[in-house]
Nanobody, 116 residues
Framework: QVQLVESGGGLVQPGGSLRLSCAAS????????MSWYRQAPGKERELVAT????????NYADSMKGRFTISRDNAKNTVYLQMNSLKPEDTAVYYC?????????WGQGTQVTVSS
């Protein structure tokens, strides 16, 4: 059974940093692309970043380039999202995603609030 469990969210001041983690289980982690999405109140869920199975390639939404870094540790079945220079508009629930055997899996989400 595929499970994705996010952690690391919280309240941070503008300009601050957070690192989110997503622990995965139930599938061969290193074989699959992992993604982070986010959903702000009243807005659609949007893609933040993706990383290939062996970590050799990453992609970011334009608004996150240069501030966010996605990485993974395949030995720990965990994907990370390092977020720097956070802005109030980064406030959202952040979700981990994997498409495994053509099925879309999501974690429960972790709240990130950027506010002074």
């Amino acid at each position: 059974q595929v499970q994705l469990v996010e952690s690391g969210g919280g309240l941070v001041q503008p300009g601050g940093s957070l690192r989110l983690s997503c622990a995965a289980s139930g599938f061969t982690f290193s074989s699959y692309v992992m993604s982070w999405y986010r959903q702000a109140p009243g807005k659609e869920r949007e893609l933040v970043a993706t990383i290939t199975g062996l970590g050799g390639s990453t992609n970011y939404a334009d608004s996150m380039k240069g501030r966010f870094t996605i990485s993974r540790d395949n030995a720990k079945n965990t994907v990370y999202l390092q977020m720097n220079s956070l802005k109030p508009e980064d406030t959202a629930v952040y979700y981990c995603n994997a498409i495994v055997r053509f099925h879309d899996y999501w974690g429960q989400g972790t709240q990130v609030t950027v506010s002074s």
